[in-house]
């Protein structure tokens, strides 16, 4: 039984996509590009911690959501910013991997709750 945040597998990819997005953008010159998916990575594991310590089914599916929003959001911006020529299409294709990944473990969760 998921005793904490912590346990659940859908936070800890979240967390690993935060610590590659930001790796992958650290010298990334431009601040706004860089800020925005940052945030938006950063969104995901905070939604699913949040939601999962509200202590309502109905609330914690309401903060996956929120996540599964934050996660296309950076799906989003890796396609622009491999376009951009920010990252190569490897790299890029990574990202997407991961992030298909974590919302396929979201929507498992959310259904899950009902």
């Known amino acids: 039984m998921i005793q904490k945040f912590e346990d659940l597998i859908a936070w800890q990819k979240g967390q690993d996509l935060a610590v590659d997005i930001y790796t992958l953008f650290s010298i990334n ?3 706004g590009f860089r800020n925005q998916i940052c945030d938006a990575v950063v969104s995901i594991s905070n939604n699913i911690a949040e939601g999962f310590e509200r202590g309502s089914k109905a ?28 990252i190569n299409k490897e790299e890029r294709d990574e990202i997407l991997e ?6 396929k473990i979201l ?8």
């Open 29 to 31: 010159k431009d601040y």
């Open 59 to 86: 609330s914690f599916a309401h903060f996956l959501k929120i996540s599964k929003g934050s996660c296309v959001e950076v799906k989003s911006m890796t396609h622009l910013a491999a376009r951009i020529k920010y």
């Open 98 to 103: 991961k992030c298909n990944e974590e919302l």
């Open 107 to 114: 929507n498992g969760l959310i259904k899950s709750l009902k």
